[in-house]
Nanobody, 120 residues
Framework: QVQLVESGGGLVQSGGSLRLSCAAS????????MGWYRHAPGKQRELVAA???????NYADSVKGRFTISRDNAKNTVYLSMNSLKPEDTAVYYC??????????????WGQGTQVTVSS
């Protein structure tokens, strides 16, 4: 079992910044990627950013150049630095950790979610 605890959400004005944190604990040996999805009202859940165990990163086109995902291996923590925030970034952000040994075909562990609200 893996536990993900995320923090750092809040209310900011357009153009502001936030940094999300996601700390993993438990049986984390088989995790191969971590990152964030977000779910905005009336929209589908979308992958925002991810970082693999090898250090490769991926970003949604809508956040590329504004968001940066990073990791601290010693703390088993992943960070999402969000700059130049826009109202359309408003969503609940869910940290995930992908484990190929979780479930019959591999699956994600999920954090509890943290609300990011960007006012215009």
């Amino acid at each position: 079992q893996v536990q993900l605890v995320e923090s750092g959400g809040g209310l900011v004005q357009s153009g502001g910044s936030l940094r999300l944190s996601c700390a993993a604990s438990g049986s984390i040996f088989s995790i191969i990627a971590m990152g964030w999805y977000r779910h905005a009202p009336g929209k589908q859940r979308e992958l925002v950013a991810a970082i693999t165990s090898g250090g490769s990163t991926n970003y949604a086109d809508s956040v590329k150049g504004r968001f940066t995902i990073s990791r601290d291996n010693a703390k088993n923590t992943v960070y999402l630095s969000m700059n130049s925030l826009k109202p359309e970034d408003t969503a609940v952000y869910y940290c995930y950790a992908n484990d190929p040994l979780y479930g019959p075909n591999g699956d994600n562990y999920w954090g509890q979610g943290t609300q990011v609200t960007v006012s215009s």
